[in-house]
């Protein structure tokens, strides 16, 4: 699975970044985590408030630091 | 498995606030003669001397902040919860100027805001169509109504100045966003934000559901964030504030902050703005600030313009807007940080 991470690089993000890369090895599956701090492509996907979590193309969590053990469930759906 | 962990308890958490909150009231009562004990017994300090006064202000309102500002952070954190960007963004979508203008700088106060967010915000705000100059009124007044700081003052100081806060941001963050929009200076938008703003759409979020154990987790979650970043602002602010309240005299601060100085306002913004603070850091500063004789509308304006117009935030938003339209925001908004430190001033 493809998991985005949206935020321009405050300490917030940093910390979702870090939960994603936790959730990912917790599951020992093979997923990507990508962060993405380019503010156009936020725009476009129509992001608000950072940070922000996408899974497979879906954002799921926006405007707060999403735990990893709730990235873990969603990537377990 | 996994549904196990995503749905918190809600009798857990109920059970465990409903301890928290005789000991958080225990603890406020408490923190004023353990403090006196501490600076008049234990050191030995002598009441009413410079050091005394001052020692006896640290210990007794670095719990006291701490306090008050946990509790704060808490409701306002769970409240938030009911907010979010996308609904306010839906509000005032096509909304007419001055209505537009009025919602915006109300719903700044609620909104969840962080300075990070503001670019985000910015766009995701005009691609909705919301008119730019009702986008500024919300830029204006999310940072500069804090509403950790409203909480803060309506604990400290009582409703009076609270209201006056709020009141006095909203019709600076309305006003602003008025003549920004009257000026039309979408042009001085920076290139690449207007290509953002025509590129088409990838699809819209949805807000979560969230369910009431985990708003109550969001508030925890906030508690410990906020304090947890920003104490040292806290203990620096109390430090200048104990300063100030042991060894300042009152005929110097009434004289450079009076209400008869004219340039008190002035010097209370320019003073302001550089000192990058937490809204809940400048609350000893301002605490000492009342209590040594400085006039309230100069104090407001301090606040405002440490918490309204900082320069991190300045920095952040130069990536969207041309330098023009950076300084029209910035000279228009402390126009009316300026204006009413001068009305509370001439009629308080």
Redesign the interface.
């Known amino acids: 699975m493809l998991i985005e991470v949206f ?7 940093q910390t979702m970044e870090k939960h994603a890369k936790e959730a990912v090895e917790q599951s020992g599956g093979e997923h990507q985590v990508v962060k993405i701090s380019d ?2 492509a ?9 940070p922000a979590l996408a899974l497979d193309g879906q ?7 999403a735990s990893s ?2 990235i ?2 969603l990537i ?1 759906g | 498995m ?2 196990v ?2 749905q918190p308890s809600l009798i857990r958490r109920g059970g465990w606030l409903l301890l928290a909150l005789p000991l958080w009231v225990f603890l406020y009562l408490v923190i004023h003669p353990v403090s006196e004990w501490l600076a008049y017994h234990l050191l030995g300090l002598t009441p009413k001397s410079h050091l005394g006064e001052a020692i006896a202000f640290l210990f007794y309102d670095t719990p006291k902040v701490l306090l008050l500002l946990t509790l704060v952070v808490f409701i306002v954190t769970f409240i938030q919860t009911f907010v ?3 609904k306010v ?1 839906d509000a005032l979508s096509k909304r007419r100027p001055g209505l537009g203008n009025a919602l915006a700088s109300v719903f700044g106060i609620v909104t ?3 300075s ?2 503001a ?3 910015f ?3 005009l ?1 909705a169509g919301v008119p730019l100059g009702v986008t500024f009124s919300f830029l204006v007044a999310a940072p500069m109504i804090n509403e950790v700081a409203l909480g803060m003052l309506f604990a400290m100081f009582g409703w009076k100045i609270a209201a006056i806060y709020a009141g006095t941001g909203v019709a600076v963050a309305f006003t602003s966003g008025l003549i920004l929009g009257r000026l039309r200076m979408e042009r001085h938008l920076e290139g ?1 934000v207007q ?3 025509n ?7 949805e807000d ?1 559901n969230v369910t009431l154990a985990v708003r109550i987790d ?1 508030a925890v ?1 906030g508690v410990k964030e906020i304090v947890g ?1 920003v104490w040292p602002y806290i203990l620096a602010g109390i430090a200048v504030g104990a300063f100030i309240h042991g060894y300042v005299p009152e005929s110097l601060m009434a004289g450079l902050l009076g209400k008869k100085t004219w340039y008190s306002v002035p010097l209370a913004v320019v003073i302001g703005v550089p000192l990058y603070s937490n809204a809940a850091g400048v609350m000893p500063i301002v605490e000492a600030l009342l209590g040594k004789g400085a006039a309230l509308g100069s104090t407001l304006a301090f606040m405002m313009a440490v918490i309204g117009l900082s320069l991190p935030e300045t920095v ?1 938003l130069r ?2 807007m041309r330098p023009r339209l950076i300084a029209t925001f910035v000279g228009v908004v402390a126009t009316g940080i300026l204006l009413v430190g001068y009305l509370f001033n001439a009629i308080l």
């Open positions: 935020g321009p690089g405050c300490a917030k993000c503010y156009a936020m725009a476009s996907r129509g992001i608000l408030s950072t954002i799921k969590f926006q405007g707060r630091v053990d709730e873990l469930a377990k | 996994s549904d962990a995503a979010s960007p996308n963004r969840p805001f962080c990070c967010s670019v985000p915000l766009i995701g705000f691609r690449w290509d953002a703003l590129a088409p759409s990838l699809g819209d979020i979560e969001l979650q970043k952040i990536k969207v």
